[in-house]
């Protein structure tokens, strides 16, 4: 059971991450008490949420090594329940399309962390996709509802595609077989968690630095270029220097963090535009107490498949 | 009758939060022991649950729903819940219109009121969802009387208003399945029966002071 803190390794790596969280968590404190203007309260909000938010990431990540691979999917699939539940709610669905929805939280959820289980890999690569992605709509149409069809179909299969079949990518990692790296996958995960988190705040800080051009300013007021590049370049150095708790050499570690952090930006940029076009700025605002979920795991929703299938296709071929 | 929480009510209450995923907000008064009439808009069977599971548990003994008598006496079950479980005051639907002169729909509606004043008691609160029938989560109907003629008869008692919110969506009228999504309960300020104020306008004042706690807003 304890089996993953005897990997001297995965301890150092993690060892890192809780000295990190202590600096940010006492820079974050000595910072609250400091703040003048509007402006910089709001930066510092923004930074203490985000902090407390990967102390949480970090229990459960804790949690998930400890009670070992059954344990990490249950873990995993129940923050896809919240975040599909905090996408459903805040996604406009008709009353017809309650059974199909129910199929999906009760169904096709389950049943995609269960084949990773189950190692049933043909099961977890397509079922979303091309199954869920055909009953998704038979189901509405059964319904014989045919008002904004295209929509409601498009909208239920988006939200398990990012809540369920994306981030489940991340907990299958430990199920991957890579010679020479048997029993160390959870590194891969943490590996996967840290360098997507680190991204997404160098990115906000660089921003905040020297962001002077936007990418999009409808959908994202703080997202630049110059925060993108400076965010991009300086978590892949970090990546990079982390080669020696991965299977890869630190070259193909640079390529693997490069990925990550490109399509974790991706995956913040979507989610973005997508709560404009809903109306809200955080998916933690409308529903407070329990919202947010979805704003912290949208780059890791879109980072993980990916970095699955690189390691999959180049490391256990 | 005994004021004790049925342990299947209790239980009841968790799965229903845990389902709803509900997020109570006192907005315009605080949890509170004194005598009062929480009314709020009715849209699915977890209504109730949701709003009674909200309240602090010793005020909680003492809340008790009114049901529709006709669908909580159909089965053994229900009535079980009913009786057994959460101390329902039933009342039978339709009584007014089934009524052949305006004598006796008097007569019956005092009868109503005066049960409910009875449930009420000294110390009881009640739950009552004064649109009469669920809806469709999209609008708030008309509210019957009922909730004008017991404020008249007991005006010491507190009339709160509350809105439940999505519920619509999680356990609509008409399905089995619940579909777990997040829903709100917003708790208004008290209201009163103005003097010489009229029954219909306060009854729109009413439903009015439910809608005004509608925190996203229809779909």
């Known amino acids: 059971m304890l089996q993953a803190f005897h990997d001297t390794k995965l301890l150092y790596l993690y060892g890192g991450v809780l000295l990190l969280l202590v600096t940010l968590t006492l820079t974050g404190r000595a910072l609250k008490g400091r703040r003048k203007t509007a402006a910089s309260r709001a930066t510092i909000d923004n930074l203490n949420a985000r902090i407390s938010a990967w102390w949480k990431m970090c229990a459960l990540f804790t949690a998930a090594v400890i009670v070992g691979h059954v344990g990490a999917l249950v873990l995993f699939g129940i923050i896809s329940f919240l975040a599909m539940r905090e996408y459903m709610t805040l996604v406009p669905t008709r009353p017809s399309d309650h059974l199909t929805l129910f199929w999906g939280f009760f169904v096709i959820m389950p049943l995609q962390y269960c084949s990773i289980g189950l190692h049933w890999y043909g099961v977890f690569a397509v079922m979303i996709p091309a199954l869920a992605f055909t009953f998704v709509p038979t189901s509405i149409a059964i319904e014989g509802d045919t008002a904004s069809f295209l929509e409601r179909s498009a909208k239920i299969q988006f939200g398990l595609m990012v809540c369920v079949y994306c981030l489940s990518h991340a907990p299958a990692l430990l199920l991957l077989k890579i010679p020479g790296f048997q029993g160390h996958a959870a590194r891969l995960l943490l590996y996967l968690a840290v360098v997507d988190q680190i991204s997404d705040a160098l990115q906000y800080v660089w921003g905040k630095l020297v962001g002077r051009n936007k990418i999009a300013w409808r959908v994202s007021p703080s997202r630049t270029w110059e925060g993108l590049a400076g965010g991009i370049l300086s978590a892949t150095a970090l990546g990079t220097a982390l080669w020696w708790a991965t299977p890869f050499t630190p070259l193909q570690s640079a390529g693997m963090a490069f990925t990550i952090c490109v399509f974790g930006f991706a995956g913040g940029l979507v989610m973005s535009a997508l709560k404009r076009d809903i109306g809200i700025k955080d998916f933690g605002v409308v529903v407070e107490g329990h919202g947010g979920i979805l704003d912290r795991i949208d780059?890791?929703?879109?980072?993980?498949?990916?970095?699955?299938?690189?390691?999959w296709y180049y490391f256990t071929l | 009758m005994s004021n004790g929480i049925h342990p299947f009510a209790s239980l009841l209450a968790?799965?229903?939060?845990?389902i709803s995923g509900v997020q109570v907000q006192w907005a315009g008064c605080e949890p509170d022991e004194r005598q009062r009439i929480y009314f709020a808009n009715h849209s699915s069977h977890l209504d109730f649950v949701v709003l009674w599971s909200a309240l602090p548990s010793e005020i909680r003994a003492k809340t008790r729903p009114i049901a529709a008598k006709d669908y909580w006496e159909e089965t053994p079950l229900r009535r079980y819940i009913a009786a057994n479980v959460f101390h329902a005051v039933l009342l039978e639907r339709g009584m007014m219109a089934k009524a052949r002169s305006p004598e006796e729909a008097r007569f019956v509606g005092r009868s109503l009121i005066e049960e409910m004043a009875s449930?009420?008691?000294?110390?009881?609160?009640?739950?009552?969802f004064p649109e009469g029938t669920r809806g469709t989560g999209e609008k708030v109907g008309p509210f019957r009387a009922g909730l004008f003629h017991l404020a008249l008869r007991c005006p010491k008692v507190e009339l709160v208003p509350a809105y439940l919110e999505n519920l619509n969506r999680i356990l609509p009228k008409g399905e089995f399945l619940p579909v777990p999504m997040l829903s709100l309960l917003t708790f208004g300020k008290a209201i009163q029966?103005?003097?010489k104020e009229e029954k219909d306008a306060f009854l729109e004042r009413a439903r009015e002071a439910v809608i005004s706690l509608r925190r996203i807003g229809p779909g």
């Open chain 2, 14 to 18: 968790a799965v229903a939060r845990g």
């Open chain 1, 299 to 311: 780059s890791l929703c879109f980072a993980a498949p990916i970095f699955f299938y690189l390691v």
């Open chain 2, 193 to 195: 029966v103005g003097p």
């Open chain 2, 119 to 128: 449930a009420l008691g000294t110390e009881n609160s009640l739950i009552l």
